[in-house]
């Protein structure tokens, strides 16, 4: 059931001449204005109050602190440290060895050879003559003999020690 | 800033009038003007402006009403003889169909809860759900006081003559 069905037409009618009716005017607009600036300078005043009054305590806070905090001593000593050896710096070489011409293949030794063998008797033989054979039943050898001689003192083998022929 | 103003000159133009009207269900002249000046300067000073400012302009003042009450610790409304010891609450006009302060007179020896329904739907054309949520009511009372109220208003307008003739 709608509003409109609860109230009678009569109703309805003294609704609409009320409604012809005018509230009094009760206000001063100007006056609001004004009331709407004062709010507005009074919220600005009150921010700067409230900024000066917060830089202050930062202000005071950071003095306090320099008063009540110990200052930061600076204290200078004086630490000999023993300096290590630096490490040996390998030697050059000088500049004589370095020019001098290094022998470009193995130095050549003659060849000790054991007293018996082959070239050392040969040698003798060369040096002395046949008078520097060693002793030895050569002559009385036969040809085997001698055969097996040459291929002992060939292999450089001891032809005059132990070995009887 | 300059928009605000703006706002503020336009909510002032369309509600001043039905709020200080408003007002005066609770409180004299000289209160029902404070209170809706602070009421537009408090809706001024919203960070974010309400969807219905007409509803919210009604709500702040009738808080604001009742807080004042309670502060003077005195019934504003004391019948007839009172409320036409007040200024006028209507401007009368020569071609009025309804005598302005007849309807003063019958409005004030309405209690509060009935008025201030009336003055909202007539003058303050509110809807019934503005009606119901500044007036804290549910929906449907909003809409059976209100009834209930333009009828009583309308017998007390009733001349003797008129209740005679019918």
Known sequence: MGIQDEMSSDLSAFEA???KLAPAEALDGGMLIFRAGQAAGAASRRRWQMLAAASVCVAVGAAMMSVICPRTRVVERLVHVQQESPPPVPQRPSLAAA???Q???PVWKPREFSE???FRVRQQVLEHGLSALPTSRAGSAGPQDARRLLDELLRGDDVTGDRRF | MSDERDDLAKWFEANSRPLALYARQWLD????ADVVQDAFLKLLGQKHRPADARAWLFRAVRNAALN???RRRTHARHGAAIAAGRGEWFEQQLDDVIDAKAVQEALAELPPEQSELIVMRIWGQMTYEQMAEVAGVPLSTARERYVAAIESLRRKMVTPWESKTK
Request: charged share 20%.
């Open chain 1, 17 to 19: 001449r009320l409604s």
């Open chain 1, 99 to 101: 020019v001098a011409p």
């Open chain 1, 103 to 105: 022998p470009a293949g």
């Open chain 1, 116 to 118: 018996n063998s082959y």
């Open chain 2, 29 to 32: 002249d000289h209160a029902a």
């Open chain 2, 68 to 70: 004042e009450l309670r």
